[in-house]
């Protein structure tokens, strides 16, 4: 695989950077595609852009794969960076946003992504029949997860409850490179106060899984957004924190917990939020256009992961809204890179 190009420095720096981090398999990449996705069909003015051209390529071929093939973006089978950039519209006379960004320039929030086959840190759990799992004792590449986690102050963290349900390692990969990034911090004198300087969005994956929703559904958790046509369910605020606790009771190893609290211990209160994401969304009928009880999902299940197929058209759920929020909270916090 050849290995992307780094940015170039003289096409400006992003005013705030993100970093994104989970489990293998947990849907970073699947989360990257939809994106494009959802800020295409939102039309607010937002646009996800390549920082170099290896990256520009992979964002269009993983986008490509969700439209026109119809099937998830495949497993990492090499240790892969990229980086882009959100691009919003140009500040208004008046917003949040003109407080903090020159006069008719548009706000940048840089995304990376370091991801590699069996994860860099975690124990993991082995599939049946799988190989062997690697825990990424010595490798290297753990320096460049915890650079891009250092240096970025909003992470995407995403959680995959199914994934948790099979094999119990969100735990595996979330604590040891929290732990080192502590250590890197405290050295720096950005841990005084016994917390990371970052924010951070908690995304509970997969939310159009039967199991999730039934689970939302069945905690009075679910609403509808007003301005959606499609009146697509979804969980809003502070339940989707709830929604996170309740997946973590049915964790393989009964160590899911342990994510939530290590969460609360090494993050501010009031920069952690939690969101309930699908990339994919539920299926609506071209005809009814309307969410369907009785007929939503749109995954078409395979004999094994791969061969699953999307059924109908996309329809993410929350999945620009963390990156927004990370943005938003960063930009409170100083002023843009290079602005006075």
Request: glycine content about 10%.
């Amino acid at each position: 695989m050849t290995t992307p190009m780094q940015p170039d420095p003289s096409r400006g720096r992003p005013d705030h950077d993100i970093a994104m981090w989970g489990a293998p398999g947990s849907g970073k990449t699947t989360l990257l595609a939809a994106l494009y996705i959802a800020l295409t069909r939102s039309g607010n003015g937002w646009k996800i852009v390549g920082s170099d051209p290896a990256s520009s390529d992979y964002l269009v071929e993983r986008t490509k794969d969700l439209l026109q093939g119809k099937v998830f973006p495949e497993a990492s089978m090499a240790l892969e960076r990229y980086h882009w950039s959100l691009i919003g519209p140009p500040p208004r006379k008046t917003g949040f946003w003109n407080r903090k960004a020159k006069p008719g320039q548009p706000p940048r929030i840089g995304i990376g992504m370091i991801d590699a086959p069996g994860g860099l840190f975690g124990a993991g759990q082995r599939p049946a029949g799988g190989p062997s799992p690697q825990d990424g004792s010595g490798d290297p590449r753990r320096q460049e997860l915890l650079d891009n986690l250092e240096h970025s102050r909003g992470i995407v963290f995403l959680f995959d409850p199914i994934r948790e349900f099979t094999y119990g390692d969100a735990f595996d990969h979330m604590y040891p490179p929290l732990t080192r990034l502590a250590e890197r911090m405290l050295a720096a004198g950005e841990f005084t106060d016994g917390k990371l300087p970052h924010h951070i969005a908690v995304c509970v994956t997969k939310f159009d899984d039967p199991r999730v929703l039934e689970t939302a559904e069945a905690r009075g958790l679910l609403t509808t957004d007003d301005d959606d046509p499609y009146r697509l369910p979804r969980v809003a605020g502070d339940d989707a924190r709830e929604l996170f606790h309740e997946l973590c009771q049915v964790s393989a190893t009964g160590s899911a917990d342990m994510v939530l609290k290590t969460l609360d211990q090494y993050f501010h209160p009031d920069r952690i939020r939690f969101f309930a994401t699908s990339s994919i969304g539920f299926y609506v009928d071209r005809r009814a256009r309307r969410f369907d009880w009785d007929d939503f999902q749109n995954m078409l299940p395979g004999e094994a992961d791969e061969d699953s197929r999307i059924r109908g058209q996309l329809y993410p759920i929350n999945v620009v809204e963390p990156m927004l929020w990370l943005g938003q909270r960063l930009a409170a916090l100083r002023p843009a890179k290079g602005v006075s």
